[in-house]
């Protein structure tokens, strides 16, 4: 029985490999048929890569990744120093508005304008945050928000040296006409014509407040123009530092950074009152020494000083964003 058994189980071998040999031999000689038993057949992703590659040897070539080069900056990416900057830009926008306000009866006195013209003034700062936070919420918020902050940091530094710019252009000429109508002696001599009722000055007098009226009629709408821009500006730190932060903190840590923006808030305004009390304690002109001091009629404070130091430190805030 087991004789037969083995007889079998020889014959199923050798009919099996007679069988592989037709096979191989009519693969060999048919390439239709080769390609017609291999159709369908998809290639592994080992086989894929080293196609692509042109690696047909059977190796798999290990494709480390490039070193990434070191950041110089990584070490400023945290949330302290976010807070840092954004803290810092929150001051400097407090101190702008207060000592704008500080420095407007300078203004007043040099340019000869009325409260209602600096109130006006005051409120383009309003205006431009009104008009900027719904477009700059909407874009910013599909967006790096960052980098939105910086961006606006940089409009607020440009708004704030346009304020300065009357001072350069018009100073000294502005200074000298305020001069001239407080110079002692002989008030302007202004009679009563009895035939147009109107009042009638000296030359001198018509001459100063016409260069005076042409300056003003310049320096004011520039500097709404340049307040308006400033409050677009302040818009960026208004609407988008705080949910930023809000955002990247824990839900335990959130109170805790919220509490300290608002206290830190407070002391924006109070440094710009101090900052416009020095600043109009310095003559309009620092270089210069009128020979009076502070108490007399003819002193102009320096009122255009602090602007110059809010640029700066609005410039240094936004790469301090990026």
């Given at each position: 029985?087991?004789?037969?058994?083995?007889?079998?189980?020889?014959?199923?071998?050798?009919?099996?490999?007679?069988?592989?040999?037709?096979?191989?031999?009519?693969?060999?000689?048919?390439?239709?048929?080769?390609?017609?038993?291999?159709?369908?057949v998809e290639a592994t992703p080992e086989e894929q890569e080293r196609l692509?590659?042109?690696?047909?040897?059977?190796?798999?070539?290990?494709?480390?990744?490039?070193?990434?080069?070191?950041?110089?900056?990584?070490?400023?990416?945290?949330?302290?120093?976010?807070?840092?900057?954004?803290?810092?830009?929150?001051?400097?926008?407090?101190?702008?508005?207060?000592?704008?306000?500080?420095?407007?009866?300078?203004?007043?006195?040099?340019?000869?304008?009325?409260?209602?013209?600096?109130?006006?003034?005051?409120?383009?700062?309003?205006?431009?945050?009104?008009?900027?936070?719904?477009?700059?919420?909407?874009?910013?918020?599909?967006?790096?928000?960052?980098?939105?902050?910086?961006?606006?940091?940089?409009?607020?530094?440009?708004?704030?040296?346009?304020?300065?710019?009357?001072?350069?252009?018009?100073?000294?000429?502005?200074?000298?006409?305020?001069?001239?109508?407080?110079?002692?002696?002989?008030?302007?001599?202004?009679?009563?014509?009895?035939?147009?009722?109107?009042?009638?000055?000296?030359?001198?007098?018509?001459?100063?407040?016409?260069?005076?009226?042409?300056?003003?009629?310049?320096?004011?709408?520039?500097?709404?123009?340049?307040?308006?821009?400033?409050?677009?500006?302040?818009?960026?730190?208004?609407?988008?530092?705080?949910?930023?932060?809000?955002?990247?903190?824990?839900?335990?840590?959130?109170?805790?950074?919220?509490?300290?923006?608002?206290?830190?808030?407070?002391?924006?305004?109070?440094?710009?009152?101090?900052?416009?009390?020095?600043?109009?304690?310095?003559?309009?002109?620092?270089?210069?020494?009128?020979?009076?001091?502070?108490?007399?009629?003819?002193?102009?404070?320096?009122?255009?000083?602090?602007?110059?130091?809010d640029s700066v430190c609005a410039e240094l805030k936004k790469k301090g964003?990026?």
């Amino acid at each position: 029985m087991s004789h037969m058994f083995d007889k079998s189980y020889d014959e199923m071998l050798i009919a099996a490999v007679a069988a592989t040999v037709s096979n191989g031999q009519a693969g060999a000689t048919d390439p239709a048929v080769e390609e017609g038993a291999m159709k369908g057949v998809e290639a592994t992703p080992e086989e894929q890569e080293r196609l692509a590659t042109g690696n047909n040897n059977g190796s798999l070539v290990c494709k480390l990744p490039e070193p990434e080069e070191p950041d110089s900056c990584a070490a400023f990416h945290s949330t302290r120093i976010f807070m840092l900057v954004f803290l810092s830009g929150w001051v400097l926008q407090g101190m702008f508005l207060t000592y704008f306000v500080s420095v407007t009866t300078t203004i007043e006195k040099l340019f000869k304008v009325e409260s209602k013209t600096t109130g006006t003034l005051l409120a383009a700062t309003e205006i431009g945050q009104i008009c900027t936070a719904l477009f700059l919420t909407y874009l910013a918020g599909r967006g790096h928000r960052p980098r939105w902050i910086a961006c606006m940091m940089l409009v607020l530094a440009v708004g704030v040296i346009g304020c300065m710019m009357p001072h350069m252009a018009y100073g000294t000429e502005l200074l000298e006409v305020h001069l001239d109508s407080h110079t002692a002696g002989a008030g302007p001599i202004c009679a009563l014509d009895k035939n147009s009722s109107l009042i009638k000055c000296d030359d001198a007098q018509v001459q100063s407040t016409k260069t005076r009226s042409s300056i003003t009629a310049v320096v004011i709408p520039w500097l709404f123009i340049c307040l308006l821009v400033v409050g677009v500006g302040q818009t960026g730190i208004a609407t988008l530092g705080i949910p930023y932060v809000d955002d990247n903190v824990g839900s335990r840590q959130s109170p805790l950074y919220m509490a300290i923006t608002i206290g830190i808030r407070v002391i924006g305004p109070a440094l710009g009152f101090m900052l416009g009390a020095l600043c109009t304690r310095v003559y309009v002109d620092p270089l210069a020494d009128p020979g009076y001091d502070n108490t007399d009629p003819r002193w102009v404070g320096a009122w255009w000083l602090a602007f110059a130091h809010d640029s700066v430190c609005a410039e240094l805030k936004k790469k301090g964003f990026k």
